[in-house]
Each structure stands twice: as structure tokens, then as C-alpha cells.
Nanobody, 114 residues
Framework: QVQFVESGGGLVQPGGSLRLSCAASRSIFSIVAMGWYRQAPGKQREWVAHITNSGSTNYADSVKGRFTISRDNAKNTVYLQMNSLKPEDTAFYYC????????WGQGTQVTVSS
């Protein structure tokens, strides 16, 4: 089964940017859609964005216009560019197939705070 390893998180001030990466353990070429998800403290995991093999994207209303998802099938990697970050974006971020598989990676922590 494919494994996902997320990276790129950190502490950033409100209004700042981060770029998350998700490396898959094998080719994602055959995975029709890949997504990013997040889980804030005390809340359920939620879908953030997804991208299909054809490049079509869709975003949660809370991140639309600020986040950009992309994928590089040759590198088996999915990215999430996050701009204009807000404190409410603070969460662990995960990538997975969309819709998600029944297991998750370790995630990468994003903290937006002054």
C-alpha cells in the first residue's frame, strides 16, 4: 500500500506563507485524485483541497484564494502552497488519496501565531 510522508510545516506569523510537501512511497500516477486534509486541536479532521490527475482542483471555502494545491507525478509528490495564513489555519496537515484511504501518515504541524 502507498505511504505518504508530509513535510514543510512550522511556525509562521499571521499573513505569512508555507509550502507543504507530500512524498508518496510509490507512483501516484494511477491515483485519480490526491488531497490535503487538516486536523486542528480538539476538532475532527477536515478536507482542505484536492487535485485530479488532469489538474482540476477544488478547495474548502475557508482556504479558497489563499491555498494552492499541485502535484508532480514524476516526483510522486503533492504540494500545498499556503499564503495569507491565519491563526485558524493552525493544525496538523495530512495528504492522502481523495477520497481518503483508511490510514494516514504522521502529518506536518502548522502553527500560525504572532
Amino acid at each position: 500500500q502507498v505511504q505518504f510522508v508530509e513535510s514543510g510545516g512550522g511556525l509562521v506569523q499571521p499573513g505569512g506563507s508555507l509550502r507543504l510537501s507530500c512524498a508518496a512511497s510509490r507512483s501516484i500516477f494511477s491515483i485519480v485524485a490526491m488531497g490535503w486534509y487538516r486536523q486542528a486541536p480538539g476538532k475532527q479532521r477536515e478536507w482542505v483541497a484536492h487535485i485530479t490527475n488532469s489538474g482540476s482542483t477544488n478547495y474548502a471555502d475557508s482556504v479558497k484564494g489563499r491555498f494552492t494545491i499541485s502535484r508532480d507525478n514524476a516526483k510522486n509528490t503533492v504540494y500545498l502552497q499556503m499564503n495569507s495564513l491565519k491563526p485558524e489555519d493552525t493544525a496538523f496537515y495530512y495528504c492522502n488519496r481523495y477520497p481518503e484511504l483508511g490510514y494516514w501518515g504522521q502529518g506536518t504541524q502548522v502553527t500560525v501565531s504572532s
